[in-house]
């Protein structure tokens, strides 16, 4: 995959699947690509690597439970 708008193109693509956002033909399309482009295979890797190391390792504050009610008891 030499051309950049198709790269920018199947990188939409990989994040929309990754989103669970795409339809089961185009999953089933993009798939297909991955298993037969390896310069594809390796962009759905770091993306999805990239994104298991985010999920496992960077959390998120939480919200107390005052400032839980509180905007509960404005928007009431």
Do not use: G, H, W
Not at 28 to 36: A, D, G, P, V
Request: with cysteine.
């Amino acid at each position: 995959m030499k051309n950049n708008n198709l790269l920018s193109f199947f990188s939409q693509q990989v994040n929309l699947y990754l989103d669970n956002r795409l339809n089961d033909d185009s999953s089933e399309s993009l798939m297909n690509t991955i298993k037969m482009d390896s310069e594809c295979k390796t962009v759905f890797n770091k993306e999805k690597n990239f994104r298991d190391f985010v999920r496992n390792n960077v959390k998120r504050p939480s919200a107390s439970s005052d400032l839980i009610n509180t905007i509960k008891n404005k928007c009431s």
